[in-house]
């Protein structure tokens, strides 16, 4: 089976993945409109009438977006907890509030889909509820951890599992830092329930890093805080003071903001 995996958009602005195989897949987030991920995916020949499902990590906006549009107008199911739901329907920016496409998940329990084998699980974040989600298909492991303040033994077990890695790395510290943000945003930011910085997310990938891990794509990448090379090269360095090549031991990429990926496929 072929496995195909696109960043849609990936930051501040608005987050959207895709995952599946040659004939259907899902979505995990829907921060940007419904047609910019039409266009995004009929690129590469996806059509949104082979997209099973939606898979919500929190209620930001950045996040949920196009719920409404997707769930209502195009009848595909939108998946999450409870409590990120009703922090959905609460949202101002969903304007179409969900109701028949509402689908409820519970940490920890996995569910399939298919192929999908699909298991959400708590991070921290300042959202109402918050998830990453751990993917299993035909034999590869995908874990999705966008947007989290600190990595926890919980969210550390399902990372070390992974084959396949989609993991914060939003901001520089010293950028932070030296910006122009608020004491109280800053503060926001870099706390336990904010954001990973680039030092934080390489150091916990240095050491952490297992055999099995084959790509990294680092995401939610901050357009004032970061640079995609800045990122890069923090983890870069960090894999390479234990010995990790990127490039020869692991393959490394920081996705873009508000463009997708390329078609990334696995055999």
Avoid at 176 to 194: Q, V
Wanted: net charge negative; charged share 25%; glycine share 8%.
């Amino acid at each position: 089976m072929k496995i195909r995996f696109i960043s849609l958009a990936s930051g501040s602005s608005g987050n959207c993945y895709y995952l599946g195989t040659e004939t259907y897949g899902i979505l995990i987030d829907a921060g940007i409109a419904v047609r910019t991920i039409k266009k995004g995916l009929k690129e590469h020949g996806i059509m949104m009438d082979t997209i099973r499902a939606v898979f919500i990590t929190h209620d930001h906006a950045d996040h949920i977006k196009a719920v409404g549009g997707l769930g209502e107008k195009l009848h595909i199911p939108i998946y999450t907890t409870h409590r990120i739901h009703e922090g959905i329907n609460r949202n101002y920016c969903v304007t179409e509030k969900l109701h028949t496409s509402v689908r409820y998940l519970e940490k920890s329990h996995p569910m399939q889909l298919e192929d999908f084998r699909i298991e959400s699980f708590e991070v921290p974040h300042d959202g109402i509820d918050n998830v990453g989600y751990y993917i299993e298909i035909d034999g590869k492991a995908f874990a999705f951890l966008t947007d989290l303040g600190e990595i926890t033994p919980i969210a550390a077990q399902y990372i070390c599992k992974a084959n396949y890695l989609i993991l914060e790395a939003n901001y520089d510290e010293e950028m932070l830092r030296m910006g122009t943000y608020s004491d109280y945003l800053k503060e926001r930011i870099a706390s336990s329930t904010g954001h990973m910085s680039n030092a934080d997310t390489a150091k916990f990938l240095a050491d952490h890093f297992t055999d099995q891990l084959r790509y990294i794509w680092l995401c939610h990448l901050s357009k004032d805080n970061n640079h995609p090379e800045l990122a890069y090269k923090t983890v870069e360095w960090k894999l390479k003071e234990k010995g990790i090549v990127v490039g020869k031991n692991v393959q490394l990429c920081a996705l873009k903001r508000t463009t997708p990926s390329e078609l990334y496929e696995f055999e």
